[in-house]
Nanobody, 115 residues
Framework: QVQLVESGGGLVQAGGSLRLSCAAS????????MGWYRQAPGKQRELVAR???????NYADSAKGRFTISRDNAKNTVYLEMNSLKPEDTAVYYC?????????WGQGTQVTVSS
């Protein structure tokens, strides 16, 4: 059974940094595209960043230059390094895995950026 467990969220001041982690199990992680999404109150879930099995990345415009997605295949873990955080980055951040055209989600981790 696929499990995605996020960690690393919290409360940070504007301009600060956080690193989110997502530990995956039940999947062939090495060949699985992974992503981070976020959902702010009253808004739809949106893509933040994705990383392919080969390490290619793409980012939402809001994340470019500030966030970095990476993966450690030895640890079955994907990371999201977030710098220069802004209050508008406040959201629940979700890890995503695409396995044989099926999508799986973690439970989410709250990120709150105070001004």
């Amino acid at each position: 059974q696929v499990q995605l467990v996020e960690s690393g969220g919290g409360l940070v001041q504007a301009g600060g940094s956080l690193r989110l982690s997502c530990a995956a199990s039940g999947i062939a992680f090495r060949v699985t595209p992974m992503g981070w999404y976020r959902q702010a109150p009253g808004k739809q879930r949106e893509l933040v960043a994705r990383i392919s099995s080969g390490g290619s990345t793409n980012y939402a415009d809001s994340a470019k230059g500030r966030f970095t997605i990476s993966r450690d295949n030895a640890k079955n873990t994907v990371y999201l390094e977030m710098n220069s955080l802004k209050p508008e980055d406040t959201a629940v951040y979700y890890c995503n895995a695409v396995v044989l055209f099926n999508e799986y989600w973690g439970q989410g981790t709250q990120v709150t950026v105070s001004s």
